[in-house]
């Protein structure tokens, strides 16, 4: 069986938090077999103030996803997740100096870079893959999060936003057969125009800006895109990283139907459970 890897040597990086703006530095260091993805709080020892990224742990999904206990919260781990997902890590410690990851370029674009900076090595365990016999799915109104059976695993997000630039449009991404680091991890995070009041009066987004974010407009995008269809592979990307917060290595076929982080961790809370029986 395949063995578990985390990172060969730690790693830094600094920002802005994307919807608190503050100035945020996050350290990377090995994991331990079987440990998981933690985050913990910079100063305090390891343990103390950690919690493990798992969806049984998620505290709040409007507009991102945020983990935590008693003990500490950390915001906006999607991006991050993606990558490390995306990247084959399965055990790593995150050590962060403020409550929310920094946005950096509102993708998974430097967090790839910074996985590949500190290279790979292997653990004395075996990955731990969780294969469906039946479809796990839920829903809410006209949204749905479906993993389903599959001898390929996949992700799939449809995103309908009718009457705007984006209108109709869907993303697949296929692990085994594309470039997470090329096809997905660029697409940034976006947001209208028409929503910026809103936003604005409910302290969000406050270290965002043209560079790491895309700004859906009346009549078209606020800057080139990166990627084409470069929204519904942005909501591919927050889609694998809410669903690696099952805490296993995935063998189905995940869609998504207009969803949010919401629906997102709802279905990878039961994948979590459900794999914690298998």
Not at 110 to 130: I, P, T, Y
Not at 132 to 148: F, N
């Amino acid at each position: 069986m395949a063995k578990q890897i985390t990172i060969e040597k730690s790693a830094l990086i600094s920002g802005l938090g994307l919807h608190t703006g503050c100035s945020v530095s996050v350290r990377l260091e090995p994991g331990l077999p079987g440990e998981g993805i933690v985050f913990s709080r910079e100063g305090c020892p390891f343990g103390e103030c950690s919690v493990r990224a798992l969806a049984s742990n998620v505290t709040e999904t409007a507009r991102r996803t945020v983990i935590g206990n008693d003990r500490i919260s950390v915001s906006t781990v999607e991006h991050f997740m993606a990558a490390a997902y995306s990247s084959g890590i399965h055990s790593l410690r995150v050590f962060i100096d403020a409550v929310e990851m920094p946005v950096l370029d509102g993708c998974s674009k430097e967090w790839m870079r910074l996985f590949e900076e500190a290279g790979k090595k292997e653990l004395d365990a075996s990955v731990s893959v969780l294969e469906l016999s039946k479809p796990v799915v839920v829903i809410s109104g006209d949204a749905a999060a479906i993993a389903a059976p599959a001898d390929v695993s996949s992700f799939t997000y449809v995103i309908d936003y009718p009457g705007t630039v984006i209108g109709s449009d869907a993303c697949t991404f296929i692990p085994s057969k594309m470039s997470f680091a090329k096809e997905i991890a660029p697409a940034r995070t976006f947001g209208f125009y028409k929503e910026i009041e809103y936003i604005k009066a409910n302290n969000l987004a406050k270290g965002c800006d043209l560079s790491n974010a895309l700004v859906i407009m009346d009549d078209g995008y606020s800057s080139d895109l990166r990627v084409p269809s470069e929204p519904a592979r942005h909501k591919c990307l927050d889609l694998i990283g809410d669903a690696a917060l099952c805490g296993f290595e995935l063998k189905a076929s995940v869609t998504a139907i207009r969803s949010g982080h919401s629906l997102n961790t709802r279905l990878a809370a039961l994948l979590e459970k459900l794999g914690e029986f298998n």
